[in-house]
T-cell receptor
Framework: LAKTTQPISMDSYEGQEVNITCSHN???????ITWYQQFPSQGPRFIIQ???TKVTNEVASLFIPADRKSSTLSLPRVSLSDTAVYYC?????????????FGTGTLLAVQP | NAGVTQTPKFQVLKTGQSMTLQCAQD?????MSWYRQDPGMGLRLIHY???????DQGEVPNGYNVSRSTTEDFPLRLLSAAPSQTSVYFC???????????FGQGTRLTVV
């Protein structure tokens, strides 16, 4: 399964757009890119999944270049409640719980 | 719709004691898994199941047993607790080829 690399931490202020980039150089043809969010003392929560180009939902956007060796999670106008750890996962079918490999994630700290 | 329910939320064990962490889901998901999360780290897969009667080992299975007699329940058994098993345990479920995994709220286990 593809290994991912993402920044350990990021800081932002309320109202700003935050972009978290993940590298996955060894991504396989049938792999999807999935992002999860985890608040302290809670289980991870699915944010968004994509295969190529751009995906947008009510929470975030996911940008994937043509070579799929990286991806960028974009959070528009963050608030204090977006402070959490964000995990980038790469694997088949995104949700199969036996295929999820979590790295250390990116700790996003949003300040007033 | 309760999703994934874990019990208990907190537990303190003495070294050598055994116990069972309970996990139940009401979404009729085929896949269920157990993860552990140590401070500052991502989640690591302990055991997983792709359906009733079928289980397999994940990355860190030693010291744990599982069984899956029904679709809904996936208990995790600690055979003889050790301080190294002090961690937060998460149960997750997903559909076969599903997009996202659903996690429980976690069980915080301390072994003294």
């Amino acid at each position: 399964l593809a290994k991912t690399t993402q920044p350990i931490s990021m800081d932002s202020y309320e109202g700003q757009e935050v972009n978290i980039t993940c590298s996955h150089n060894n991504i396989a043809t049938n792999d999807y890119i999935t992002w999860y969010q985890q608040f302290p003392s809670q289980g991870p929560r699915f944010i968004i999944q994509g295969y190529k180009t751009k995906v947008t939902n009510e929470v975030a956007s996911l940008f994937i270049p043509a070579d799929r060796k990286s991806s960028t999670l974009s959070l528009p106008r963050v608030s204090l409640s977006d402070t959490a750890v964000y995990y980038c996962l790469v694997g088949p079918y995104g949700g199969a719980t036996n295929k999820l490999i979590f790295g250390t994630g990116t700790l996003l700290a949003v300040q007033p | 719709n309760a999703g994934v329910t874990q019990t208990p939320k907190f537990q303190v064990l003495k070294t050598g004691q055994s116990m069972t962490l309970q996990c139940a889901q009401d979404m009729n998901h085929e896949y269920m898994s157990w993860y552990r999360q140590d401070p500052g780290m991502g989640l690591r897969l302990i055991h997983y199941s792709v359906g009733a009667g079928i289980t397999d080992q994940g990355e860190v299975p030693n010291g744990y047993n599982v069984s899956r007699s029904t679709t809904e329940d996936f208990p995790l058994r600690l055979l003889s607790a050790a301080p190294s098993q002090t961690s937060v345990y998460f149960c997750a479920s997903s559909e076969y080829r599903g997009t996202e995994a659903f996690f429980g709220q976690g069980t915080r286990l301390t072994v003294v």
